[in-house]
């Protein structure tokens, strides 16, 4: 059965670094794996995603500069390394993936982590 398995979230003061991890199992080869992220009010929306050709995109403005996505295909597993934390970063990261090119690229995953919540204040 395919799992995504998130750990590395936590409370943390404003400017403040957390490292995120996601390694996934029970599934063939993944043509990306990223973060999403759901705050409180807000709509859910895409943070990093990574290919397995080690292109990366960052869809949050908010976060480039700041948030570092990074992977080890030969352990399935992503990382998202946060810096300079901001209370605007609170939400809940999910860990995504898809094998298939197009879905990644429509951000339309098909597996899903349980979530793991970021908590930032001020």
């Known amino acids: 059965q395919e799992r995504l398995e998130e750990s590395g979230g936590g409370s943390v003061q404003a400017g403040g670094s957390l490292t995120l991890s996601c390694v996934g199992s029970?599934?063939?080869?993944?043509?990306?794996m990223g973060w999403l992220r759901k705050a409180p009010g807000k709509e859910r929306e895409a943070v990093a995603i990574?290919?397995?050709?080690?292109?990366?995109?960052y869809d949050a403005d908010s976060v480039k500069g700041r948030f570092t996505i990074s992977q080890e295909i030969a352990q399935n597993t992503v990382y998202l390394q946060m810096n300079s934390l901001t209370p605007d970063d609170t939400a809940k990261y999910y860990c995504?993936?898809?094998?298939?090119?197009?879905?990644?690229?429509?951000?339309?995953?098909?597996?899903w982590g349980q979530g793991t919540q970021v908590t930032v204040s001020s």
């Open positions: 029970g599934y063939a080869d993944s043509s990306c």
């Open positions: 995504v993936a898809d094998r298939f090119l197009e879905r990644c690229r429509r951000r339309d995953f098909a597996y």
């Open positions: 990574i290919y397995r050709d080690g292109t990366s995109t």
